[in-house]
């Protein structure tokens, strides 16, 4: 389950003997090891197991920093295997490749997309009012086909927190979603010809910053990090949050990573404490 790894001796012996700690993600490099060697990986999401919880932003930002660096360094270390199914069916097949560059490119994603719609905009007005809709529309619809399909998988989990799981992309990227991108748009973003040039001013303004906000969103969470790091209290912190949204904090930390990779940072393990807030479950 995730990072908890039960292993045959037959299997430690024949990935090595040892666990690899040339990486930050050494877990994940033992997953893709044992399945080259012809074993399988099995998922057990009712594991119990001792593990991390980061109980302040600033933990769950050290932690998702080692992870999103460590993937990076997978990336690099298995660039022979991807989208080359016939070295491995499932770790070089397509699918598997699309879904994993998707999370680890996500924030260029991002920043390329706001850089896009600002061009187009500025060239074809036209071509950036539809090119936005087919942006937020099929956001719209990803967001819902995965948290639907979470709530699915685990509905414990989703009764203790669906209103997480709502907000997960943060309240004004849903908002942006229904007012500006979702059919019928409830508010234009381009001015009418016969509109005063003060509120033409104003729905330009207003335009930049929804265009700019998937790439804005992940400074913003950056921002209430380092609010919390500063002293905010928890109050003012899990508001801000709940505006920008866990999705885009985490993308703010794996746009992180790259600029440690970039950087060729300090490889330091970093864990965050256990808490021993669980239980044994009977």
Not at 38 to 46: E, M, Y
Not at 53 to 62: F, I, M, Q
Not at 195 to 219: H, K, Q, Y
Request: aromatic share 14%; proline share 5%; hydrophobic share 50%.
């Amino acid at each position: 389950a995730g990072g908890a790894q039960l292993h045959s001796r037959e299997n430690m012996l024949a990935i090595g003997g040892r666990i690899d700690t040339t990486s930050l993600a050494e877990d994940t490099f033992t997953t893709f090891r044992t399945q080259l060697g012809g074993r399988r990986a099995v998922f057990d999401g009712n594991a119990v197991v001792w593990a991390e919880e980061p109980g302040s932003l600033t933990a769950l930002w050290k932690q998702r920093l080692r992870w999103a660096r460590g993937n990076l360094q997978l990336s690099a270390a298995y660039r022979h295997l991807w989208f080359r199914p016939r070295l491995h069916r499932g770790l070089g097949g397509f699918w598997f490749g699309l879904v994993f560059f998707s999370i680890v490119s996500m924030p260029v994603l991002m920043i390329g997309s706001s850089i896009g719609l600002l061009w187009l905009d500025a060239i074809a007005p036209d071509l950036a009012r539809n090119a936005f809709s087919g942006l937020w529309i099929t956001t719209f619809l990803v967001y819902l086909f995965v948290t639907g399909f979470s709530f699915v998988i685990d509905p414990a989990t989703a009764r203790r927190a669906w209103f997480e799981g709502f907000a997960y992309p943060g309240l004004i990227t849903l908002g942006i979603m229904v007012l500006f991108g979702l059919p019928p748009q409830w508010i234009s973003l381009w001015p009418a010809p016969q509109a005063n040039p003060e509120a033409a001013r104003m729905l330009d303004a207003l335009r930049i910053f929804v265009f700019g906000w998937t790439s804005l969103c992940m400074l913003a969470a950056w921002g209430v990090y380092r609010l919390e790091r500063a002293g905010a209290p928890d109050w003012l912190r899990d508001g801000l949050l709940l505006l920008v949204g866990y999705g885009p904090f985490n993308c703010a930390v794996s746009f992180a990573a790259m600029v440690a990779e970039f950087r060729k940072a300090e490889m330091r393990w970093d864990k965050t404490p256990k808490t021993g807030k669980g239980t044994i479950l009977k």
